[in-house]
Nanobody, 122 residues
C-alpha cells in the first residue's frame, strides 16, 4: 500500500511558476505509472500528467508545454513543475498510481492524499 503526501502549492500571480512534490510512503515502481491530478472548485478530478515506471511521460493537452513531470527514484518522489501559471490552473493537485489504462484502480482509492492547493490570482 502507498500513501501520498503532496506539497509545494501556494498563491501565485499569473505567469508565475511552482514546483509541486508528491512523496510516496512506498515504492511507486510496483505500479504501472504515477499520475498528477487536479480538481478545480465545482469540477471533477482530472489527470494532467503521468510518468510510467519505465519513464514514459504523458500530458493532458491543456497543460502540454507548461507542465513538466519528473521523479527522484531514491526518494520515491514525483514532481510537477508548473510554468506560465494561469487562473484556470487554480485547483487542488493530487497524485496517485495508475494502471495501464491510465486509471486509478479500486486499490488506489485508499492512496489519495490531501493534495496541495494552487491558487493563481493577481
Amino acid at each position: 500500500q502507498v500513501q501520498f503526501v503532496e506539497s509545494g502549492g501556494g498563491l501565485v500571480q499569473p505567469g508565475g511558476s511552482l514546483k509541486l512534490s508528491c512523496e510516496a510512503s512506498g515504492s511507486i515502481f510496483f505500479y504501472f505509472a504515477t499520475g498528477w491530478f487536479r480538481q478545480a472548485p465545482g469540477k471533477q478530478r482530472e489527470l494532467v500528467a503521468s510518468i510510467t515506471a519505465a519513464g514514459d511521460i504523458k500530458y493532458d493537452d491543456a497543460v502540454k508545454g507548461r507542465f513538466t513531470v519528473s521523479r527522484d527514484s531514491a526518494k520515491n518522489t514525483v514532481y510537477l513543475q508548473i510554468d506560465s501559471l494561469q487562473p484556470e490552473d487554480t485547483a487542488r493537485y493530487y497524485c496517485n498510481v495508475l494502471n495501464s489504462d491510465y486509471e486509478v484502480d479500486d486499490y488506489g482509492l485508499d492512496f489519495w492524499g490531501k493534495g496541495t492547493l494552487v491558487t493563481v490570482s493577481s
